[in-house]
């Protein structure tokens, strides 16, 4: 990771990897002091949402983030009195989650010189409820700060970006991530850049592989299910829907799990009912969000796995072994992949495509990856 300038501690934005252009605006925001709104923008996976509440905690603190003290703590964690969090109601923002915002940000700070607002997929802001808050953004209380967080900013007012500092993030580089990859747990080098080779630029699944034994069995079941398909016959297909759906609820019970064990160890350190309560409410809107996205990440990784399969057997026929994606699935691909089938590959990759923007409207999860699944079979007949 590219040093930030000056004396923000580097620890404050450890966990995000690959990104020197977006730390180096973030970092000068800390130190030169920062605008009222900025908008993270990029892939999913890359680390905006770990550089949002970094970048909170630098706001909160009175040290501009040196990442020791509890203000850094409370706000990394998301449960700072001075931090609201804005997600998703459901499969989005809604006005009411909007006049409240307006409402909170009018009130003076609590314990810090700000109040800092992090909302996270903000592409999903109802059109009433972007139009309320540009009326926010065009007139923001002195001492608040708004960071938006997207996947997808095309789909944001361009008035509401208009009035945002853009910081762009990209996919990790391979070779960043394979180093981190290596540095942080420890990997062999052609581990590490296997892994990064299997996550083509996503951090959050690259750490995930390298420390979740069922992240790496829903791959082993993805690529497997992928590489059955074109034989399996109509009820197969059907199977092969209910396997992917009974994968995403193990995700969504583990991402449960998971937030219990943070809430247990942030009570931890409640010191009175006012703080109890404030980590009960934190961890509510968080539970909510990390179940809607352990559901999204399993469906990008079903639909982006399914076409990597693919993807490496057109790579393969057409001679071109050195760019495979799954490199340990090599002579598997040579098995399997077929010169003649070259356009039915690519064909198999589209539906992937038309499947994922699908799933930017609100669709049933298991009629579309069934549709996927039939529409990829198709293809290759």
Known sequence: MTPLVGAVDSALFGNVVGQPLALTVLGQALQRGSAHAYLLHGPRGVGKTDAAYAFA???LCPDGGCCHCDHCRRARSGVHVDLETVAPDGSSILIDQIRQLTLDAAMRPYEAARRV????EAETMTEPAANAFLKTLEEPPSHARFVLVSSAPERLLPTVVSRCQRVPFFRTPAKALAAHLGSRY???TED????ARVAKGDLSYAEALTHSQSVREDRVLVLSLARELPSAGFARVQGMADEVMAMLGRRVAAAVACVED????EMEWAADARARSRVEKAFDVRLRREKRA???AGIDHVISGSAGWFRDLAVVAAGAEETVHNFDYLAELREDGLPGLLSSYLEVIAAAKRTKERF???VDTRCSLEHMLFSMKEALL
């Open 117 to 120: 607002y992090v909302i996270l």
């Open 360 to 362: 930017r409207y609100n």
């Open 186 to 188: 420890g990997l062999r």
């Open 57 to 59: 905690a630098g706001l």
């Open 294 to 296: 352990a559901v999204q």
């Open 192 to 195: 590490a850049w296997a892994l």
């Open 262 to 265: 943070q809430k247990t160890c």
